[in-house]
């Protein structure tokens, strides 16, 4: 079965220090990967996705992520975290006509 | 550009009853899927809709069913609750079934007593 798995429940980080929210897959043929935020009693909101090509990818408000096939990880990254970063990230793949999620890491970014 | 909406926000239902969530598609998008997020989970698949047609479906018993509209809006039901459908369902909707990302809604959260 294809999954991601985000192995830390929570992460803090100073405000102004970079910041790193880890994911690894398990997926059949080429992975499409992604990353999504979710604020409290809101629904997900797009970061970036992988496909295929550069290795390292860039999205939204800032965030990037790396793509490393030999670790099968796509860990989440942001060279200075803001307090407003502060939210819950979920890992996702995609199926043949779905997401599947990873459990979700919460990240704390300490004013 | 109108975003996927979801109605309604909150949901107070008691076990056994049925409960009916609605979803409308961003503008241009004909394909609608359904998700159960349960607190402090991920997202769990329900199934998805394509053009009016079911097009996939998660491990969710025939109690929660759906269905799509014409205009690609949708609709989740869920019949004879059971106390842990409480969740946040999530609708999101895509431009077509080959087009992995997936732009979602801001969610239904229901409680079932």
């Known amino acids: 079965a294809q999954s991601v798995a985000q192995p830390e429940d929570q992460v803090n980080v100073a405000e102004g220090n970079p910041l790193t929210v880890k994911c690894t897959y398990s997926v059949s043929g080429n992975p499409y990967l992604f990353w999504y935020v979710q604020y409290p009693n809101r629904g997900l909101q797009f970061l970036l996705k992988?496909?295929?090509?550069?290795?390292l990818v860039k999205g939204s408000y800032g965030f990037e992520a790396e793509f490393n096939k030999s670790q099968t990880s796509f860990h989440l990254k942001k060279p200075s975290a803001l307090v407003s970063d502060s939210a819950l990230y979920f890992c996702?793949?995609?199926?043949?006509?779905?997401?599947?999620f990873g459990t979700g890491t919460r990240l704390t970014v300490i004013p | 550009e109108t975003g996927v909406t979801q109605s309604p926000t909150h949901l107070i239902k008691t076990r056994g009853q049925q409960v009916t969530l609605r979803c409308s598609s961003q503008s241009g998008h004909n394909t609608v899927s359904w998700y159960q997020q349960a607190l402090g989970q991920g997202p769990q698949f329900i199934f998805q809709?394509?053009?009016?047609?079911?097009?996939g479906r998660g491990n969710f018993p025939p109690r929660f069913s759906g269905l799509q509209f014409p205009n690609y809006s949708s609709e989740l039901n869920v019949n004879a609750l059971e106390l842990d459908d409480s969740a946040l369902y999530l609708c999101?909707?895509?431009?077509?079934?080959?087009?992995?990302?997936?732009?979602f809604g801001p969610g239904t959260r229901l409680t079932v007593l």
């Open positions: 996702a793949g995609a199926g043949a006509n779905n997401l599947f």
């Open positions: 809709y394509y053009r009016e047609e079911e097009n």
């Open positions: 999101a909707s895509s431009p077509d079934t080959s087009y992995n990302e997936q732009f």
């Open positions: 992988y496909i295929t090509g550069d290795n």
